[in-house]
C-alpha cells in the first residue's frame, strides 16, 4: 500500500516521474484523468486551520472523479481521552478509499498509517510538509526547466517545509541546497529527528548561521516563524529580525532568481510586501500547482 508520509524514503525516479506527470496533465487538455477516481472517496482530517490542502486536495478528488469527506478535528472522536488513533484508522477503513491527514503530531500520523488498510497522505505535520515541498519541486520544473545544479536557499526557521525541503535534497536530483538558519534552529532540527526517527542527513547541502555567506541562487525560499496555529514569540522575532527575504537579498541573489514561500505569509516579517509581491516571487504558481502535485499523489496512492 502506498502511504505519502515522507519524502525521504521514496525513490527519485518516483519523485521524478510525479513531476513530469503533473508538469504533462497540467498542460493537457486531455480528460484521461476523469474517472480515475470513480467511486472513491477521500477523508480529509484536519487538526489546524488549512486555505491551500483543504481545497486543493477536494478539487483534485473531484476532478478525478471521486468525492471528498472534510472533518475538522472537533467533528471526530478522536483525541486525548476520546477514541484513539487505533480505532479511527479501523473506522476509516471501513468507509473511505484514502485518508489525507493534517496532523498535531507526526506520531499521530506515523500511528493513523500503521493501522490504517487504506492509504495515509501526510498534508502537514510538525515534523514535515511533504505534499508543499512536492508542489514547489513542480514550480521549479517549470520555472527552471529542471533540476540539475539549481541552488536552493533556505532562509530562516527550519520549519516543516524546510525538513521536507532536506529530504528533496538527499534525493539526488541535482539541486543544491543551503540553508541559512541560526544554531538553535539547527539543535532544533536534530532533536525532531530524534524523536520521529527520520533522519535525511545534512551532509548533501550547506547549513550556514552567517547571512555574509549569501550569494547567487536560483531559488530563495522562506516560511512564517511561527509553527501554524502559534503565535511568534518575541525571541524568535529578534533571533531571526536579520533573515527577513528583502530587496537587498534578492540583489544578492540575482535577477533570475525566483522567490518562493508556501503561504499563509506574514508580509513585513519573513519577506517584505516588495519582494513577496514583487517580480521574483512566483506564489501563485506555487500554490496553483498544490493542485496539480495532489492529484499525482491521489493517482499513486490510490
Ligand atoms: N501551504 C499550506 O499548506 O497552506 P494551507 O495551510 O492553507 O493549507
Not at 18 to 45: M, P, R, Y
Amino acid at each position: 500500500m502506498n502511504n505519502f508520509l515522507s519524502i525521504y524514503n521514496l525513490d527519485h525516479n518516483l519523485i521524478q516521474s510525479f513531476i513530469k506527470s503533473a508538469a504533462e496533465t497540467k498542460n493537457s487538455k486531455s480528460d484521461d484523468d476523469l474517472n480515475f477516481a470513480n467511486g472513491k472517496i477521500l477523508a480529509s482530517i484536519f487538526e489546524k486551520p488549512s486555505t491551500r490542502t483543504r481545497l486543493s486536495f477536494d478539487v483534485a478528488m473531484r476532478k478525478l472523479g471521486g468525492q471528498c469527506i472534510i472533518i475538522d478535528q472537533n467533528e471526530l472522536h478522536l483525541g486525548n481521552n476520546k477514541e484513539s488513533i487505533t480505532d479511527t484508522a479501523k473506522t476509516l477503513s471501513q468507509y473511505v478509499d484514502i485518508v489525507m491527514y493534517r496532523s498535531q503530531s507526526h506520531e499521530s500520523l506515523q500511528k493513523l498509517a500503521s493501522f490504517s488498510k487504506v492509504p495515509i497522505i501526510n498534508g502537514l505535520s510538525d515534523f514535515s510538509h511533504p505534499c508543499q515541498a512536492m508542489a514547489d519541486l513542480l514550480t521549479i520544473y517549470e520555472k527552471k526547466s529542471g533540476f540539475e545544479g539549481i541552488k536552493v536557499n533556505w532562509i530562516g526557521p527550519i520549519t516543516n517545509v524546510a525538513r521536507s525541503w532536506i529530504e528533496i535534497a538527499n534525493l539526488n536530483l541535482g539541486i543544491k541546497l543551503k540553508i541559512f538558519s541560526n544554531d538553535y534552529s539547527i539543535s532544533e532540527y536534530h532533536k525532531k529527528c530524534e524523536i520521529y526517527k527520520i533522519k535525511p542527513d545534512l551532509d548533501n547541502m550547506e547549513v550556514h548561521n552567517n547571512l555574509k555567506k549569501l550569494d547567487s541562487a536560483d531559488v530563495v525560499i522562506t516560511d512564517t516563524w511561527e509553527s501554524m496555529g502559534e503565535t511568534v514569540n518575541e525571541k524568535i522575532i529578534k533571533n531571526f529580525s536579520s533573515y527577513t527575504v528583502n530587496q537587498e537579498m534578492m540583489r544578492i541573489f540575482g535577477d533570475e532568481c525566483i522567490f518562493m514561500h508556501c503561504l499563509p505569509a506574514n508580509r513585513g516579517q519573513e519577506v517584505t510586501p516588495e519582494v513577496i509581491d514583487g517580480p521574483q516571487s512566483v506564489i501563485w504558481d506555487e500554490a496553483q500547482n498544490r493542485l496539480h502535485i495532489q492529484k499525482e499523489i491521489i493517482k499513486w496512492c490510490l
